[in-house]
């Protein structure tokens, strides 16, 4: 069965270094979203793409987070520079053009 | 502001019996409606889902129930199982627009 792959799994980092993540979708999968998932809560989306387009970053926090997915398919998101408060896991999910939307096992980020 | 509201932050049910989590949401333009299911370490597995049309969805021992009224879902697992404990969230999303707005998430725990 097709799955998202992300990695890595685990990042500790210090805070005011980068970071990056990195998704690839199931293939065929033109929607792609990443996003953020504090404990205790519900993820939260930080950016839709649409092939290689942004369709919505609203919620991305834009003086230090950035995202790509420059030829519609795998994705980088970048944190840079890394904060205490982006402790977090980091999701990524693809959909067929549905509501149905496809996750991957996630990033645990540790900034320290 | 948390569109989508899950009040009980955990259940606890005994194995055969029946669990019930419940959703509130607050936006009535939401008419998509999705439950998903999240292991430690790993991504949301979505398992079922339901459009405002019905009132009703059932996946084997899945049920989900849908009173647009009261802006209310529930989703009921009958017999509950072991394998079933698990964090629960539920999601929203309208229209034209695929961006799920997720609750805060349920933990079941399914007693032996």
């Known amino acids: 069965e097709a799955e998202v792959a992300q990695s890595p799994r685990y990042k500790i980092t210090e805070k005011s270094q980068a970071v990056a993540f990195w998704c690839d979708p199931i293939s065929g999968h033109a929607t792609l979203y990443w996003y953020r998932q504090i404990l205790g809560q519900g993820p939260e989306l930080l950016v839709q793409f649409q092939d290689e387009s942004v369709v919505d970053d609203s919620q991305l926090p834009k003086d230090r987070f950035s995202a790509e997915r420059l030829k519609g398919v795998d994705s980088t998101l970048k944190i840079q520079p890394a904060e205490l408060g982006d402790s977090a896991m980091y999701l990524c999910?693809?959909?067929?053009?549905?509501?149905?939307?496809?996750f991957g096992p996630g990033t645990r980020l540790t900034v320290t | 502001d948390q569109q989508v509201k899950q009040n009980s932050p955990s259940l606890s049910v005994q194995e055969g019996r029946i669990s019930i989590l419940n959703c509130d949401y607050t936006?009535?333009?939401?008419?998509?409606f999705l439950w998903y299911k999240k292991y430690p370490a790993e991504g949301p597995t979505f398992l079922i889902s339901?459009?405002?049309?019905?009132d009703k969805n059932e996946d084997g021992r899945f049920t989900v129930f849908l009173n647009k009224s009261a802006k209310h879902l529930s989703l009921h697992i009958v017999p509950s199982q072991p394998g079933d404990s698990a964090v629960y969230f539920c999601a929203a999303s309208f229209f034209g627009n695929e961006k799920l707005t997720f609750g805060t998430g349920t933990r079941l725990t399914i007693i032996p």
């Open positions: 339901i459009s405002s049309i019905k």
């Open positions: 999910a693809s959909s067929p053009e549905s509501y149905e939307q496809y």
């Open positions: 936006n009535s333009m939401f008419d998509y």
